[in-house]
């Protein structure tokens, strides 16, 4: 079983629907990050964080310490938020970087 | 403009021919990594470095080595390519906080090597 898991693996949504990226990790982390990558190939990040909840624009992270648990969401979607959204976690006290296989979403016209 | 810069961005070999991918970063960060990204396995970590001459094994290390003579520069090198080490590779910078990773990491936008 994977240290970091994400679900669902693909979404395809439509244009303006509420987006929910579930990760699910299985070590203890001191950090969350939220990546994203288009279609050329490049990686942005998008979210660090250790409690609570982070939001940029029509962006939104949360992480339940506790449960193990972070969703990204994303309100009103558009087709450039077509991409694979990635969770990766840094364990413990390490300075590593664990990643989930990552969600790619396709949102249509 | 803020970014770390790797190259080749494509390169196709052979097999034992010895090969470097360059990474460089402007932003002054201490902290510096390579990945390998494969279908179905998502990122691997392969080596990274916290400082200047300071560099540690990630998840999967073999065949590979890199260097850390400069604050700005983190060279992987393979000595030997095998068809396994096909993969896209990417550097990464961040800063170093007090309690350590917890900066957003800045990517380098990826070389794609074919090893035949």
């Known amino acids: 079983k994977n240290e970091v898991e994400q679900s669902p693996q693909n979404l395809t949504a439509q244009e303006g629907e509420f987006i929910t990226i579930n990760c699910s990790y299985s070590v203890g982390i001191s950090a969350l990050h939220w990546l994203q990558q288009h279609p050329g190939g490049g990686i942005v990040s998008l979210f660090m964080?250790?409690?609570g909840k982070k939001k940029h624009g029509r962006l939104i992270a949360t992480i339940n310490i506790q449960e193990k648990h972070s969703s990204l969401h994303i309100t009103a979607s558009h087709p450039r938020d077509s991409a694979v959204y990635i969770c990766a976690v840094r364990g413990g006290a390490t300075n590593k970087l664990i990643f989930g296989t990552g969600t790619l979403l396709a949102v249509q016209p | 403009e803020a970014q770390v810069t790797q190259n080749p961005r494509y390169l196709i070999t052979v097999t034992g021919k010895k090969l470097t991918v360059t990474c460089s970063q402007n932003m002054n960060h201490e902290y510096m990594s390579w990945y390998r990204q494969d279908p179905g396995l998502g990122l691997r970590q392969i080596y990274y470095?916290?400082?200047?001459?300071?560099?540690d094994k990630g998840d999967v290390p073999e065949g590979y080595k890199v260097s850390r003579k400069e604050k700005r520069n983190f060279p992987l090198i393979l000595e030997s390519p095998s068809p396994n080490q096909t993969s896209l590779y990417f550097c990464?910078?961040?800063?170093?906080?007090?309690?350590?990773?917890?900066?957003?990491?800045?990517f380098g936008d990826g070389t794609r090597l074919s090893i035949l």
């Open positions: 990464a910078s961040s800063l170093l906080a007090l309690e350590g990773l917890n900066q957003p990491q800045h």
């Open positions: 964080l250790s409690s």
């Open positions: 470095s916290m400082n200047v001459e300071v560099t």
